[in-house]
């Protein structure tokens, strides 16, 4: 007996075009639970490793979006070398029919099964008698499809604008705050620092407006919330990069929150929202050159931001 409405799909970043995938499928069959199947990791990081994609979300984010699109269940499946080798109906037998669907959504473009032999016609084919297939045209953006590939390139370049064009929002890069070298204190804009890990995207080096959100419910100084009470979602100056002025290595995202030096976030989960681009990152001899360069980055970041000094 059918009993699930099916989506599939990678839906890395979780985009207008996979949003409304999800809603679409939710108005066909608004009776049934809406089950989204995804996969992790990225198959071509499995299959070709060497030009896998860097992930616009952790897994727990997608999760978590998805969940936010209207997903009433997640199913992830390990993909492995040996599922890349299942056949078209392989995955309908023993990934599809164990959720009984009554209706599989997918996109226009899916493909799935060895070598991506399967195609929308093919899942038709295997699901005649059993279930609904439908198929939905991507979503576009003037005259691009949305898809993942244009988010990472605008994000690439460090075009943040063009990249939650696409992506329906500002792009979010999540993270724990690490102990740094407290230098930007010493400075006079101390930074919530989030290392960056090889296998995410993050913004081109440079220095951006935007937002920081703690997402832990505890407050500016690690006090609970009150009960119904929305997280502060704080104006900052966004560093990316390496700190090449202090010969740094590790790529970071540094966060200086607009006015504040009371704030209480090592080892707090945060959000870092992406507004705008103010300039590419600089290597600076001077130190006071340094200073001023980040006073007139963080006056550009009121300016963006609509905000007013303290």
């Keep these: 007996m059918s009993s699930a409405t099916v989506v599939i799909g990678n839906f890395d970043g979780v985009h207008p075009g996979h949003r409304e995938v999800l809603a679409e499928a939710r108005r066909r069959r608004p009776d049934l639970p809406l089950v989204v199947v995804t996969f992790w990791p990225h198959p071509v990081s499995v299959l070709r490793p060497e030009v896998g994609p860097m992930l616009l979300t952790s897994l727990e984010a997608r999760i978590e979006l998805l969940t936010a699109a209207g997903a009433d269940r997640v199913e992830v499946i390990e993909f492995t070398r040996e599922f890349a080798a299942w056949s078209p109906s392989d995955f309908v037998e023993k990934v599809l029919v164990p959720l009984q669907p009554a209706v599989v959504v997918v996109g226009e473009n ?17 699901a005649a008698g059993r279930f609904d297939v439908d198929a939905l045209t991507l979503v576009r953006f003037g005259d691009e499809e949305t ?5 990472r390139e605008a994000l690439a370049v460090g075009d943040v604008v063009h990249a939650a064009e696409h992506l329906g929002r500002p792009f979010c890069f999540r993270g724990v705050v690490a102990h740094g070298d407290r230098r930007g204190r010493t400075l ?6 989030l290392p960056v890990p090889p296998a995410l995207a993050c913004p081109a080096d440079g220095v951006y407006a935007g937002w920081v959100t703690r997402r832990d419910g505890l407050d500016a100084h690690g006090e609970a919330l009150p009960s119904g009470t929305r997280a502060e979602r704080w104006p900052a100056a966004i560093s990316v990069g390496t700190n ?55 006056a550009r970041c009121r300016e963006l931001l609509g905000t007013a000094p303290a």
């Design 110 to 126: 899916f493909r799935f099964g060895h070598r991506a032999a399967g195609t929308v016609a093919t899942l038709r084919e295997l």
């Design 147 to 151: 898809c993942s590939t244009r988010i």
């Design 188 to 193: 006079g804009y101390p930074t919530a620092n």
């Design 244 to 298: 090449p002025t202090f010969d740094g290595v590790a790529r970071r995202v540094e966060s200086y929150v607009l006015d504040r030096d009371d704030l209480e976030l090592y080892d707090a989960p945060i959000s870092v929202e992406f507004v705008a681009r103010i300039r590419g990152q600089v290597r600076f001899t001077d130190i006071d050159e340094l200073i001023d360069t980040m006073a007139d980055d963080v």
